[in-house]
């Protein structure tokens, strides 16, 4: 049993509100929200990113006039509403430090008015590199009457590094403080992170300009940003360790939204099949993680390549199937252990071997092979690659653990593949994603809806590749290409700025078809650069990622 099962439940709330550039003005909001929030008496109130000024500055000087001190009127005055309404509050400031440095903090409040966590953001977004300095330690774990809290703000959350070190290290909740536009980061990036770890997570978001009023529509006319998106996005929420979203705020106004969860629930780390998802990790597969990447990880690849997902019964609906694809498909992905039950390994691989040679066509599916279970690539030759499952599973407890990632270079790009089990851990996507390639297959048997829900889109966007996952029918597979413009503040020649910057393109997987066809954009891959100074692989907080490498941890 838990040493935490005899815990009280808790009560939290996130407050998303919209800030200004006059800090006396933002002071008087959050004691408002704080106030407002009291009377649903939640034992924690999370707050937004940068809730002492708007992230806009006219140079270095000016970032430091809006910055504040740990003693100052505006933390003292946070510090004795904690007290006032005896709960945790965490809020997100820039805060000032040895001269001229200033760090984006997330300071936690006792119920007693005391400081108890300060945690610095890792990950700084564009501009944020030019007057702020990055975290140098890793953020700690805050003990309460009611489980462990971890805090991180916006950026540190689109990618998994930053929660995934605090929940290996305990943390049951992550407060989240966010300061963002980007619709992808409330219906992606955010709830992701809850159940990849099997963790409740609380975000607040801003609302309202996130520039200066008068700039508005100067900047918009300057970056051909649409004013209506260089507001903040909202959908402040509260996720719970399945994925499930506990409340959500509103996409474009103040809002106070609450739940009460048991953060005992955080402490079940099973899969359905009873799988621990931190017992089978393997720390020695994922060194790169913590190694400082040189030069440039992804190489240029194919603008455009067709792939499938195929929807197939039997193998004697195989070649039928096959025959139906448009002809320029040169990948076709099945589910995993597809027809197992039907026919052993060699007459699976034999059987996509006779249907590859009618044409130029690479097909991947996983298969039992004794005591492997193996994803296999097979063309009208026979296996051109194969990749032994490298994360152990209750369900597929007859299968030895593999101890290489094997990348396959194909015409058109570097490809890693996985099953779904795999692939569920996201230090190993990661890896492949340091390792250049531009698509990664998935064979799946999905246990859980977050998997597709956010899990494979999540894989695509925050390691910007492309993925074509199949699924059995309980729950399908997707195929995620990438839009080709993707840098903030880059001429663009395919879209318009649609309040998106990091989510895949997304065909599902339907099974009311014998296939699902799509174009993948390999190319898009070797492009990282999210903003200015925000490279995807190269800028994320690799330097303090060795919790994820610790064998003693999880």
Known sequence: MSELSNKPKMRVAA????????????????????????????????????????????????????????????????????KEHSCYIDINVTLRRAKPAITVTSLLYSPEGVLIAEANKQTLMGHENIFFERATTTSPIIETPFGNLGLFPCRDGVTFETPRGLALRGAQLFCDSLNSFALDEASLHVPARAPENKCFLISANKVGPLIPEALLEPVSEATHIPIKYLMGAGGSQIVSPTGQILAIGPKSKEAIITAEIDLTEADNKARPDETHIFAIRRPELYEDITIKPTGAICAPAAEAVEVATLNVDSLDDLSVVVELLPSDVT???????????????????????????????????????????????VNEDGIVAEQQQLHGSVRWNWAEEGNTLTIIDLPWGKVAMLNSDDAAIPEIVKVAALKGIHCLVVVGDFQEPWETRFGIPSRAAENRICVVAAGHQNLPGMICSLERDFTILTPWAERKFDGKINQPLITHQNYADAFTAASIHPNAASNKLMSENTDLLTDRPWFLSHDLTDPKLG
């Open 15 to 82: 407050l998303q509100f919209a800030t200004t550039v006059d800090v006396a003005q933002n002071l008087a909001t959050c004691l408002r929200m704080i106030d407002t929030a009291a009377v649903g008496t939640p034992n924690l109130m999370v707050l937004g990113e940068f809730s002492n000024h708007l992230s806009w500055y006219d140079g270095a000087d000016h970032a430091w006039s809006v910055a504040v001190d740990l003693e100052s009127d505006f933390l003292t005055a946070i510090a004795a509403k904690a």
């Open 331 to 377: 990948l076709a992905v099945l589910p995993a252990l597809w027809s197992q039950a039907d026919a052993d390994a060699d007459t699976i691989i034999n059987a996509l071997r006779r249907v590859c040679a009618e044409r130029a066509l690479h097909i991947v599916t996983s298969v039992r092979d004794q005591s492997s279970h193996k994803v296999v690539m």
